[in-house]
């Protein structure tokens, strides 16, 4: 069996890049271009995000590039691998923040928490003046936890501050001392969510390096504090201890997992919708979803890929 010919880098980075963002796009995308690396990459005044792929050293290099920008020299980085092109084209992107939290003025390269390895969460988690906080969407937390943890109820990220605020007074009385421990699936999430703690007079925060995706792939699943599978953002839809594939689906119609049990719902028409989302589209776009689905068949029958199917293309956003 050949190698996979494809080489994947999840990166982001935190990094006073400032008003010099905009500068660094240029020779970002031309570089990518000239080395035929493909994927996105989010610049903002805060730092860089995205995931890239590409093939021999071509990777590399760009990773070496992205390094020499300031702030970069080490990168909160997951590499993977796969046998086809897992993205159509590159896009460098200005954005105003590589995360969108939505609070003008903080600082998540200076003010953020403090990292807590894998290996040292579980006796972090299991003491019980922690408070542990998931910092993700309502939807990924329902495919899976850590034992004990905060459900924000969360639909974006941008709701996390409101939410905060508003459950202060149970979560960290004040008088009372308290440690907030705070997760997400790669970690890009809960560090700037600690820095935003932080920013409203929290200081004993931390957040998991890595986030889950670490946490499952180094800490042996009899050890683990994790409960059910977690959420990704690419076509594996979710994974297990070892980053073994999971067994949810992605719904085409909304773009949220669905379990093998959902699947089973009456309102479940595969490509089309799911339960949580029947009464959310209209006919009209309904039937579109139902043609791309009999295009996605067409082709598997033929033996071909489809657009309907590919990680490029069907990744749901990190909102």
């Given at each position: 069996?050949?190698?996979p010919?494809?080489?994947?880098?999840?990166?982001?980075?935190?990094?006073?890049?400032?008003a010099?963002a905009?500068?660094?796009?240029?020779?970002?995308?031309?570089?990518?271009?000239?080395?035929?690396?493909?994927?996105?990459?989010?610049?903002?005044?805060?730092?860089?995000?995205?995931?890239?792929?590409?093939?021999?050293?071509?990777?590399?290099?760009?990773?070496?590039?992205?390094?020499?920008?300031?702030?970069?020299?080490?990168?909160?980085?997951?590499?993977?691998?796969?046998?086809?092109?897992?993205?159509?084209?590159?896009?460098?992107?200005?954005?105003?923040?590589?995360?969108?939290?939505?609070?003008?003025?903080?600082?998540?390269?200076?003010?953020?928490?403090?990292?807590?390895?894998?290996?040292?969460?579980?006796?972090?988690i299991?003491?019980?003046?922690?408070?542990?906080?998931?910092?993700?969407?309502?939807?990924?937390?329902?495919?899976?936890?850590?034992?004990?943890?905060?459900?924000?109820?969360t639909?974006?990220?941008?709701?996390?501050?409101?939410?905060?605020?508003?459950?202060?007074?149970?979560?960290?009385?004040?008088g009372?001392?308290?440690?907030?421990?705070?997760?997400?699936?790669?970690?890009?999430?809960?560090?700037?969510?600690?820095?935003?703690?932080?920013?409203?007079?929290?200081?004993?925060?931390?957040?998991?390096?890595?986030?889950?995706?670490?946490?499952?792939?180094?800490?042996?699943?009899?050890e683990?504090?994790?409960?059910?599978?977690?959420?990704?953002?690419?076509?594996?839809?979710?994974?297990?201890?070892?980053?073994?594939?999971?067994?949810?689906?992605?719904?085409?119609?909304?773009?949220?997992?669905?379990?093998?049990?959902?699947?089973?719902?009456?309102?479940?028409?595969?490509?089309?919708?799911?339960?949580?989302?029947?009464?959310?589209?209209?006919?009209?776009?309904?039937?579109?979803?139902?043609?791309?689905?009999?295009?996605?068949?067409?082709?598997?029958?033929?033996?071909?890929?489809?657009?309907?199917?590919?990680?490029?293309?069907?990744?749901?956003?990190?909102?």
């Amino acid at each position: 069996m050949s190698e996979p010919s494809w080489q994947v880098a999840a990166l982001y980075r935190f990094a006073p890049f400032g008003a010099q963002a905009a500068a660094f796009r240029g020779p970002l995308q031309a570089l990518c271009d000239a080395r035929g690396v493909i994927g996105t990459l989010l610049l903002a005044p805060e730092g860089i995000n995205g995931t890239i792929a590409g093939q021999g050293d071509a990777l590399a290099d760009v990773l070496d590039h992205i390094r020499g920008l300031p702030g970069c020299e080490t990168l909160s980085l997951k590499r993977s691998s796969a046998d086809a092109p897992p993205f159509y084209r590159m896009k460098v992107r200005l954005k105003r923040e590589i995360v969108t939290l939505g609070q003008p003025g903080l600082d998540p390269v200076g003010g953020a928490g403090r990292y807590v390895a894998p290996a040292d969460w579980n006796a972090l988690i299991a003491d019980p003046d922690t408070v542990v906080i998931d910092t993700r969407n309502a939807y990924e937390v329902a495919v899976g936890a850590f034992a004990g943890a905060v459900d924000p109820g969360t639909r974006t990220f941008r709701d996390f501050p409101d939410w905060f605020r508003a459950e202060r007074a149970r979560l960290a009385p004040e008088g009372r001392p308290v440690k907030v421990a705070m997760y997400c699936t790669g970690g890009i999430r809960c560090e700037k969510a600690t820095a935003f703690l932080r920013a409203e007079g929290v200081e004993d925060v931390y957040h998991l390096e890595g986030g889950i995706l670490r946490y499952l792939e180094e800490v042996p699943a009899g050890e683990s504090l994790w409960r059910g599978e977690c959420f990704v953002f690419d076509e594996r839809v979710a994974v297990g201890h070892g980053l073994a594939p999971g067994t949810h689906s992605l719904c085409r119609g909304c773009r949220r997992p669905v379990s093998p049990e959902a699947r089973t719902h009456p309102a479940y028409v595969e490509g089309v919708r799911c339960a949580a989302c029947v009464d959310e589209r209209d006919d009209r776009r309904r039937a579109g979803y139902a043609e791309r689905q009999r295009q996605v068949a067409l082709a598997t029958s033929r033996g071909q890929g489809h657009v309907g199917v590919s990680p490029g293309a069907q990744a749901p956003r990190r909102p």
